[in-house]
């Protein structure tokens, strides 16, 4: 079992940066391989990034990369998304995702943990 509380959303213009985090607690973190989705009003449930449970390997979507970095701080139980060079349509809310696995999943189904999301807004 692992509980997720995402922080560091809110609201940037176009060209900003933000930081997501999102803290575990639970036991053997290290065990959990960690997603990020997203999700927009209307819209369903769409994969951001990814990272295996050692941090040996990410995935990003098509629309992220170059632009996002997903990393993570075992010892502090930690997944962070670093959001660069943001856009409109990176407007949506971010919610972090565990599943007890090494391999990385890029659909929700793949998860069991979620967390309650933060709001990202980029204006233009």
């Known amino acids: 079992q692992v509980q997720l509380v995402e922080s560091g959303g809110g609201s940037v213009q176009a060209g900003g940066s933000l930081r997501l985090s999102c803290a575990a607690s639970g036991r053997a973190f290290s065990r959990y391989a960690m997603g990020w989705f997203r999700q927009a009003p209307g819209k369903v449930r769409e994969f951001v990034a990814a990272?295996?449970?050692?941090?040996?390997?990410?995935h990003y979507a098509d629309s992220v990369k170059g632009r996002f970095a997903i990393s993570r701080d075992n010892a502090k139980n930690t997944v962070l998304l670093q959001l660069n060079s943001l856009r409109p349509e990176d407007t949506a809310v971010y919610l972090c995702?565990?599943?007890?696995?090494?391999?990385?999943?890029?659909?929700?189904?793949?998860?069991?943990?979620w967390g309650q999301g933060t709001q990202v807004t980029v204006s233009s």
């Open positions: 990272i295996s449970w050692n941090g040996d390997s990410t």
């Open positions: 995702a565990a599943d007890a696995t090494y391999f990385i999943r890029t659909y929700p189904d793949g998860y069991s943990y």
